[in-house]
């Protein structure tokens, strides 16, 4: 008789626990000052001066805001469905954060004796994760703002799952013709690709394009912001939130705009590859070369944030029917064409 024993190796599930903890930590901690960065960058845009109280230059305005949301009045309506109603915030939070499981921060760090990797799961179906995950953050709104039970609510949340569902779609496509060229559905494999090579952006720059308009969209911000509209819904599906469920949605929309940020900084500029710099010939650099590795994978999300801070502060919301013109009618035979080519491309100077 055999016995089977399951080995556990403990020094790598502490590795990966500390791994998730700075991740969630500094993404907390990045979606809070992406607050106040918002706020300096619509004031410059504005020309006035922004926060400026709190703290030296107004630095601490996040820590204010967070403070304010903390302390006050916790209110669940009489006539809302509580249990979902508490539900709402937590579950578009959560799904929120767990996107960032499956991207590569840098390369490998050495430490106690041992190479650690900065991606938490390397899992060969990557980018399907990230779609799983994110089409999950839409029952968060939905769930909150039915549970509401407020009219302007239900109206924020039907427009942001019909929003967030037609532009998935085009996001989709657009990705099929960078996995047609990639070959992999690893994030760290395109990265390691992108290294030897060129940027995806260069292969698929129309791909990168529809990328990015439907980021806007999956992150509900202006000029797609029609579920949270002020004008017409007050405050769409979070009208009836106050304190931290508030701050959840809140927050989960900034983690969510760092996420995406991230990932197109992954997918088509390189991730944490350096432009005209040769990591392997600088492998004797150690640990500086993952700092150096993480510092330009935020670069490139920082400004893809500015970007999106730039476009909210300049462009006005689309009507619903523009919206739904541009998403199904535009977007997605563009994304369609740009398979097209990109297969036929393939097939004809690699399959002779």
Known sequence: MTTTFLLIDLPMILEKFVLILVVVMASLGIAMYTTFAERKVAAILQDRRGPNRAGPFGILQPLADGMKLFFKEEIIPNFSSKALFVLGP???????????????????????????????????????????????????????????????????????????????????????????????????????????????????????????????????????????????????YHTEYSSMKLGFYLFSEYINMFISSVVMSTLFFGGYDVPFFDEAAHADWGNWLALIGIAALMFKAVCFIFLFMWVRWTIPRFRYDQLMHLGWRILIPLALFNMLVTGGVILYFFNK
Not at 114 to 129: K, P
Not at 188 to 216: R, T
Request: glycine share 10%.
């Open 90 to 236: 937590g579950l578009a939070m959560l799904t929120a954060i767990m996107t960032s499981a499956v991207i590569p921060w840098g390369d490998k760090v050495h430490f106690f004796n041992r190479d650690i990797s900065l991606q938490i799961a390397d899992i060969n179906i990557g980018i399907l994760y990230i779609f799983g995950v994110l089409s999950l953050g839409v029952y968060g709104i939905m769930i909150g703002s039915w549970a509401s039970n407020n009219k302007f609510s239900l109206l924020g949340g039907l427009r942001a799952a019909s929003q967030i569902i037609s532009y998935e779609l085009a996001m989709g496509i657009s990705l099929i013709a960078l996995l047609m060229i990639t070959g992999t559905l690893s994030l760290k494999e395109m990265v390691v690709q992108q290294q030897n090579g060129y940027w995806n952006v260069v292969l698929q720059p129309l791909g990168f394009l529809i990328f990015l308009i439907c980021s806007f969209a999956e992150c509900n911000r202006t000029p797609f912001d029609l579920p949270e509209a002020e004008n017409e819904l007050i405050g769409g």
